[in-house]
């Protein structure tokens, strides 16, 4: 994500200052700047001192730090609500696959989230129109498998990928041609996953 910020302003215990946009030569010094204020108070919360007041002239500022350091840890924070939706999702696309085709069509899910072409939530990509077969059909209302379950936090916290693919499809199944025509990275089971 790129941000375009002019100018940031910081008060601090009544003291404001202003960081002109000429003085940030780019988008890692605001994070560098951005990780140090951060880190300071979260220190100062630890030893219980006093917490001076930070006002950030936007707050997407401190929350492209925050998800970019949430990223690093790789553990993604996302609702029990969305957490259950995304292991129906699996459960229902991926039932009679192996286990680690289960944790690729997850990803796939979160790589869409992460990509700029598809919605920003778990929940928007899996009800975007015409995605997912389990939507159109209804079997996402099934309750998800406890393999479905455990794909899904693996997905959710694992150092390394099963894949980086947008989508993945069934070969033996799948009706639109479009989809064919996708630069195919993996397969895993039955499934194809590509870009």
Known sequence: MNLFIRMITIVTMGIGFTVPSDHINNEAVIDTQTKKVLEQLYEQDLAGEEMPTYQ?????????????EEARNQDILVSD???????????AEA????????????????NRVEHEQFPDS??????????????????????AGQEAIKAVEEALHEQENQTEALYFYNPDTA?????RDREVIT?????????
Not at 97 to 107: Q, R
């Open 175 to 179: 009706s639109d041609n479009w989809i």
């Open 81 to 91: 609500e969305e957490k259950k939706l995304l292991a129906r999702l699996v459960s």
């Open 56 to 68: 950030f002239l936007t707050q997407e500022l401190s929350n492209h730090y925050l998800n970019e």
């Open 95 to 110: 039932k009679g696959e192996p286990y680690k085709g289960k944790v690729a069509v997850a990803e796939v899910v979160l």
């Open 187 to 195: 397969k895993i089971g039955n499934h194809v996953f590509a870009n």
């Open 122 to 143: 778990i929940k928007e990509v899996i009800y975007e129109e015409n995605q997912f077969e389990p939507v159109r059909n209804n079997s996402i209302q099934q309750p």
